[in-house]
């Protein structure tokens, strides 16, 4: 995790959004994945991503979510999120995303989402602006892109204990 480009933030896991056994619900772990992104983008980056699209007429849209949950993200637990682009063209991006333990040692989840730039006129496929590319690119943490079965066996091997 020591690339710029990966952006941590510390969240506690709330009740409301657990299941019986007390552990996070599968579904929730979108909500917490794209709301510590929209936040990592905002405080870090200065990137607003409702006043980019407000500004431009342009948005990502989710294209395909990949998610493994190797470890249980229980209630009231303290956790970080992690999110980095790690692979982008020019028209779109994956990123990574991850939940480790409060002493940011063992992943608990680690999910890859692919997001379309589209044209909100139009809802087609757009290519990103030279002021988009310019922002994020420096911040691609991938030189390529791995298999995604791959980097979860690697991350899984890293951070095992």
Known sequence: MSHPGFITKKIQIRFADCDPFGHLNN???????MNAREDHLRE???FSIPAWMEETGF???VKEHRIQYLRPVKANEWVWISSAIIHQTETENIVEFGIWDENHKKLK???WSNFQYIDMKTMRPAHYQKEVLEKFMPLVVEESLPQYEGRVFEMQKKFRR
């Open 27 to 33: 579904a929730r772990y979108f909500d917490y994945f």
């Open 44 to 46: 870090e980056l200065d």
């Open 59 to 61: 948005a990502w849209v």
């Open 109 to 111: 989840s680690l999910m």
